[in-house]
């Protein structure tokens, strides 16, 4: 029996080890491509606005990137060519965003008492939504 209980022991903390290296290296990592199938990425790194995003399926790219120097973190959302911008327009606004106009970037989604912006991007193979904090 005790060979028993040192084995399972042994498998027990093997699986602990590693789902704690798996969990620390995709929290602390400082870019990630994934997709909404790839779960435990999503549950940890992908913030409530790209949770929430319409359309998003379980095989949309989601792309991330964390702050690094005066570079904001970025999130970001890259849909199919022909999606329609006006529901992710819609979808901004529902979460407190609005168009202002930005002097480097153009038009731009700024969140009110917040530095959070949001860019709608299309070009000639994607409709991205960009998040930027």
């Given at each position: 029996m005790t060979k028993i209980v040192k084995i399972a022991?042994?498998?027990?903390?093997?699986?602990?080890?590693?789902?704690?290296?798996?969990?620390?290296?995709?929290?602390?990592?400082?870019?990630?491509?994934?997709?909404?199938?790839?779960?435990?990425?999503?549950?940890?790194?992908?913030?409530?606005?790209?949770?929430?995003?319409?359309?998003?399926?379980?095989?949309?790219t989601i792309h991330f990137r964390a702050t690094d120097g005066n570079a904001p973190q970025i999130d970001e959302i890259e849909y199919s060519k022909d999606t329609n911008e006006t529901m992710l327009a819609d979808y901004l606004n529902s979460l407190g965003y609005s168009q202002v106009e930005d002097p480097v970037f153009g038009m731009r989604w700024a969140k009110e008492d917040s530095n959070k912006s949001a860019y709608i991007t299309k070009t000639e193979n994607a409709v991205k939504l960009t998040f930027t904090d």
């Amino acid at each position: 029996m005790t060979k028993i209980v040192k084995i399972a022991s042994v498998v027990v903390i093997a699986a602990l080890i590693f789902g704690s290296y798996k969990t620390a290296s995709i929290a602390l990592t400082d870019s990630a491509d994934y997709s909404r199938s790839d779960w435990l990425t999503y549950k940890l790194i992908a913030p409530d606005e790209i949770k929430g995003a319409p359309l998003l399926t379980d095989d949309t790219t989601i792309h991330f990137r964390a702050t690094d120097g005066n570079a904001p973190q970025i999130d970001e959302i890259e849909y199919s060519k022909d999606t329609n911008e006006t529901m992710l327009a819609d979808y901004l606004n529902s979460l407190g965003y609005s168009q202002v106009e930005d002097p480097v970037f153009g038009m731009r989604w700024a969140k009110e008492d917040s530095n959070k912006s949001a860019y709608i991007t299309k070009t000639e193979n994607a409709v991205k939504l960009t998040f930027t904090d």
